[in-house]
């Protein structure tokens, strides 16, 4: 029997001796490469952060102490060693197990996790409930060093630090450098640092003081004059400044070096950060030698690293040569992204245009203000972000952006529903609230070659804010071009509107009604916000009988806008559907599939036309 047969519960991990944890890291390894490679999911961090992951659940209880890991890509190790073994045949598929951190699926996962920086504000909220509810537990945050490139993750260091809250921050640094201290001093107050006899003597130190009267007072000015005395030899970095005790940078990949910090650091009783060195990818070669490659696969043949794509144009590539194409000739032409330069198809603009490519780490926000500051300097500014991302970015778009009316184009990669990543990364409210925007006009090209016509329109053809928003992958069953609301199909019993990716599945519905004998219109609208509603009124009038299809959330979308404009008009249908995403978050699963689920697919569509009109002749 292997070791990772054995560690089915946290006792047995915890009597496996040094010699055995390194054997059962290997095997670990060696079992999430086997297993990603046939669902695909997020390898090269969850392979740099085995040791890391087998260290904090040997110190801490998951089901007790709470483990917040920010994103959660790294997370797959946690769910390994928390009785999820099985889970891995179905990652990331449709009724199977998260790619992410979810409460709802084991106790062992403290918080959602999906999108960045989130974990330090979320661990000390749980740190102040602990200590306000009389409790014991531990709380962790275990953060990447690409993490801290978003700015909440700062303002959660920033009261954290000053909270004196029992709370540990684990900083796994598998690249960036975080000021580092140089110099022999610095190397030697590193080593000094996490030898026995400091912890001891800091707890000894921290117990006393905490006891005398005054002790207090006295705790913090000899803080102080530590500090100065620091500075002045070594200098400092912001975590001492923010208030943490910080241990490190430590060998990621020693298990028992970093479960003897992990319980130092429980034991401090003190805001602490641990920097924690890790390689990611680590133990795969290919993953270690093209990390950001092998951050997020599909599935892949393990001997040669080859993964199985679907070759062909997709709407990012689409969008990226196209942006080339328009830079080429206009130098005012800058791309923006946020942490995404190879997912938005920016990786050729970045090489070929490096002074007007910008990517500004995982700080949308920021992307979105600075993009204000170009366009009133009189650059044109093209962000490229996800649309589940772009939505940590409203108020700026709001303030900084539409109160003035600035000239930026927002390109919205990965609309609609994504797949695998879940209701973390479904691109599901990008149409509810940039609408509401004001001065906002929201594109929604159905092709890729409308893609390409539709960004030009956006950089040359409109003035102030604007957003083209298009999904993942290509074409899918409607390869025209239309710069414009239009009747793409006539009929005469039912009208079905519809916009973007969802243009494809209006075709193949209209085709299974015809076989019934049942002719439907179908209305492509192009540009969605500010909305035509004539086109519609006119096709309504004809058929008495409409379907609203969308691939978004239902409470603003954009069919509530068009039955409020007719109903004010009084060209209303006797008959009516909205049909969208509903109401509640749609869990991760292949696009059909989940499409399916949701009914909006073009068999959720035919059956709902064929019963609108059936009632409509059971009524007349």
């Not at 990621?252 to 970093?258: I, K, S």
């Not at 609408?435 to 929604?444: A, D, G, L, N, W």
């Not at 696009?591 to 689920?597: E, F, K, S, Y």
Request: aromatic share 8%.
């Amino acid at each position: 029997m292997n070791l990772l047969d054995r560690v089915d519960n946290r006792q047995a991990l915890l009597e496996l001796t040094p010699q055995e944890d390194e054997a059962l890291c290997a095997e670990i390894r060696e079992f999430l490469v086997e297993s990603v490679s046939k669902t695909g999911g997020h390898l090269a961090s969850n392979l740099g952060a085995v040791e890391l992951t087998v260290a904090l659940h040997k110190v801490f209880d998951p089901y007790y102490d709470r483990i917040v890991f920010d994103v959660g890509h790294q997370s797959y190790v946690h769910k390994l060693l928390t009785g999820r073994r099985e889970g891995f045949a179905t990652l990331r598929q449709y009724g199977g197990m998260a790619g992410f951190p979810r409460p709802n699926e084991s106790d062992a996962d403290a918080f959602v996790g999906g999108h960045a920086s989130n974990s330090v504000s979320a661990a000390l909220g749980m740190a102040r409930a602990r200590t306000l509810a009389g409790e014991k537990y531990s709380v962790i945050a275990v953060i990447g060093d690409g993490a801290l490139t978003g700015g909440l993750a700062y303002e959660g260091l920033n009261d954290a630090g000053q909270s004196r809250e029992p709370l540990i921050i684990v900083l796994n640094d598998n690249g960036m450098s975080i000021q580092p201290n140089v110099g022999g001093m610095a190397k030697f107050l590193a080593r000094q640092r996490l030898k026995p006899s400091y912890f001891s003597f800091k707890r000894l130190y921290h117990t006393i003081t905490g006891k005398i009267p005054g002790g207090r007072a006295v705790d913090r000015f000899s803080h102080r004059v530590k500090t100065w005395m620091k500075n002045a030899l070594i200098g400092s970095n912001m975590f001492d400044e923010m208030g943490f005790i910080y241990l490190g940078p430590v060998d990621g990949h020693d298990v028992e070096r970093l479960t003897y910090l992990l319980k130092q650091a429980r034991n401090l009783a003190r805001p602490v950060l641990i920097h924690v060195s890790t390689t990611k990818g680590r133990g795969y070669c290919y993953a270690e030698e093209n990390p950001d490659e092998y951050h997020g696969v599909s599935a892949f043949d393990i001997e040669s690293g080859a993964s199985g794509g679907s070759g062909g144009e997709t709407f990012s590539s689409a969008f990226g040569k196209t942006m080339c194409a328009m830079a080429s000739e206009d130098h005012r032409i800058c791309a923006i992204t946020a942490a995404m330069e190879q997912g938005t198809g920016l990786a050729d603009f970045a090489s070929s245009f490096p002074k007007r490519f910008f990517d500004v780490g995982i700080a949308e926000g920021h992307a979105v203000t600075m993009a204000s500051g170009l366009a009133k300097q009189g650059m044109i500014p093209v962000v490229a972000v996800y649309s589940t991302f772009l939505q940590r970015a409203y108020d700026m778009m709001i303030h900084d952006t539409a109160i003035a009316k600035l000239h930026v184009v927002f390109a919205l990669d990965r609309a609609g529903l994504v797949g695998a990543d879940g209701e973390t990364h479904h691109g599901a409210f990008d149409v509810c609230y940039l609408r509401t925007v004001p001065y906002m006009k929201v594109f929604s090209p159905a092709s890729t070659e409308e893609l390409r016509k539709t960004l030009h329109h956006a950089v040359y053809g409109v003035d102030g804010p604007v957003a083209v928003r298009y999904p993942r992958g290509g074409d899918d069953g409607y390869r025209d071009c239309i710069l414009e609301d239009t009747v793409l199909r006539e009929g005469t019993d039912i009208t079905i509107v519809t916009y973007g990716n969802m243009v494809g599945e209006a075709l193949r519905a209209a085709a299974l009604l015809k076989k019934d004998g049942i002719s439907a219109e179908i209305v492509k609208l192009w540009q969605i916000a500010p909305l035509n509603c004539d086109i519609v009124a006119e096709s309504t009038k004809k058929t008495g009988c409409m379907i609203v299809l969308e691939e978004c959330f239902h409470r603003g979308c954009v069919g509530q806008e068009l039955l409020s404009c007719m109903a004010q008009d009084g060209t209303l249908p006797a008959k009516m559907k909205l049909m969208n995403l509903g109401t509640e978050f749609v869990t991760h699963g292949k696009v059909p599939q989940l499409r399916h689920a949701c009914g909006i697919d073009a068999e959720g569509v035919y059956q709902t036309a064929k019963e609108l009109l059936e009632f409509e002749k059971g009524t007349t």
